[in-house]
């Protein structure tokens, strides 16, 4: 049974930063693109970033852009996303998405993926 499961969120202000954490298991994650999506109240859902299987080539919305640094960790079966930087608009759920095979691109990802159940974060002073 595939699980991702995403940790790292809260409360913090303008300004701040926070580090995402995203653990899958039942997969074998060399194999995977990953992506980082959020979604606030009443706005869609956007991908801010995604990191590629094989060579790892990221790629982020224009929206976090200089501020977000997605990376994974294989060996530990794990996705992360830096935060800085973080604006009040930022405030949302973040969730991490899996997709087989090898993606570079945000558009790539969708709602067939496996995905976790997010972890809010909130920006706010």
């Known amino acids: 049974q595939v699980q991702l499961v995403e940790s790292g969120g809260g409360l913090v202000q303008p300004g701040g930063s926070l580090r995402l954490s995203c653990t899958l298991s039942?997969?074998?994650?060399?194999?995977?693109?990953l992506a980082w999506f959020r979604q606030a109240p009443g706005k869609e859902r956007e991908c801010v970033a995604c990191i590629s299987s094989a060579d790892r080539r990221t790629e982020y919305g224009d929206s976090v852009k200089g501020r977000f640094t997605v990376s994974r960790d294989n060996a530990k079966n794990t996705v992360y996303l830096q935060m800085n930087s973080l604006k009040p608009e930022d405030s949302a759920l973040y969730y991490c998405?899996?997709?087989?095979?090898?993606?570079?691109?945000?558009?790539?990802?969708?709602?067939?993926?496996?995905r976790g159940q997010g972890t809010q974060v909130t920006v706010s002073s």
């Open positions: 998405s899996a997709r087989f095979g090898y993606y570079t691109g945000l558009g790539f990802f969708g709602p067939t993926d496996y």
């Open positions: 039942g997969l074998s994650l060399s194999e995977y693109s």
